[in-house]
C-alpha cells in the first residue's frame, strides 16, 4: 500500500504523518503532537469520510448526536446524529466519534493539511520526489494557500 510506505518514509525523515486526525483541520492541528510543525501532514474525519446517502436520523438523538441525560455524544450513533442500521461500520474506520471514515486502503487519495508558511512550504516541497519514490502522485500548486492531494 503506498500510503503506508509514504508514512513510512516520511517519518524516517522526521515527518508527523497521520490518517483521519479527529473532526475539522482545527481541532486536528490542537492534537498534532509534533516537535517541528512545519513538518506535519495529515488529513481529518471529514476529508475521508464515507458519503452514505443511506444514513436516517437518529432516533435515540432526534439526529442531535447528543444524548443529554449523559451529557455526552448519542452512544447509538456516536455523535454523528445519523445512523446506519444498513450498514457494517467494522469495515470502515471509527475511531473518531460521529465519523464513518475510510481507511487508507479503501481511499485512492486524500487531501491533506500541512503548514502553510514558508517554511513549511519549502519542507513540503522537499519532499515531493519521496511521495514519488513511495509510489504516490500529488496535485498541488506548491503555495501555502492550498491543500495537497495524494493519490496512490
Same mark, same amino acid.
Given at each position: 500500500?503506498? %500510503?503506508?510506505k509514504?508514512?513510512?518514509?516520511?517519518?524516517?525523515k522526521?515527518w508527523?504523518?497521520?490518517?483521519?486526525?479527529?473532526c475539522?483541520?482545527?481541532?486536528a492541528?490542537?492534537?498534532?503532537?509534533?516537535d517541528?510543525?512545519s513538518?506535519?501532514? %495529515?488529513n #481529518?474525519s471529514?476529508?475521508?469520510?464515507v458519503d452514505f446517502?443511506?444514513?436516517?436520523?437518529?432516533?435515540m438523538c432526534?439526529?442531535?448526536?447528543? +444524548?443529554?441525560?449523559?451529557?455526552?455524544d448519542?452512544?447509538n450513533c456516536?455523535g454523528?446524529?445519523?445512523t #446506519?442500521?444498513?450498514?457494517?461500520?467494522?469495515?470502515?474506520?471509527?475511531? !473518531?466519534a460521529g465519523?464513518?471514515?475510510m481507511?487508507?486502503?479503501?481511499a485512492?487519495?486524500?487531501l %491533506?493539511? %500541512? +503548514?502553510?508558511?514558508?517554511r513549511? !512550504?519549502?519542507n513540503?516541497?522537499?519532499i515531493?520526489?519521496?511521495?514519488?519514490?513511495?509510489g504516490?502522485? #500529488?496535485d498541488w500548486?506548491?503555495t501555502?494557500?492550498?491543500?495537497? #492531494?495524494?493519490?496512490?
Amino acid at each position: 500500500m503506498s %500510503f503506508k510506505k509514504l508514512q513510512e518514509n516520511l517519518r524516517a525523515k522526521g515527518w508527523t504523518v497521520e490518517w483521519n486526525m479527529p473532526c475539522c483541520q482545527s481541532c486536528a492541528w490542537a492534537e498534532i503532537e509534533a516537535d517541528d510543525l512545519s513538518k506535519v501532514l %495529515f488529513n #481529518y474525519s471529514q476529508d475521508c469520510e464515507v458519503d452514505f446517502e443511506l444514513g436516517e436520523e437518529c432516533a435515540m438523538c432526534d439526529g442531535e448526536g447528543w +444524548d443529554e441525560d449523559a451529557n455526552d455524544d448519542c452512544d447509538n450513533c456516536s455523535g454523528s446524529g445519523t445512523t #446506519y442500521d444498513n450498514l457494517d461500520q467494522s469495515e470502515y474506520d471509527t475511531s !473518531v466519534a460521529g465519523f464513518v471514515c475510510m481507511t487508507p486502503e479503501q481511499a485512492e487519495g486524500s487531501l %491533506f493539511c %500541512f +503548514d502553510g508558511d514558508d517554511r513549511g !512550504v519549502e519542507n513540503l516541497k522537499a519532499i515531493l520526489p519521496i511521495i514519488e519514490e513511495s509510489g504516490c502522485s #500529488y496535485d498541488w500548486n506548491e503555495t501555502g494557500n492550498s491543500r495537497i #492531494y495524494i493519490s496512490w
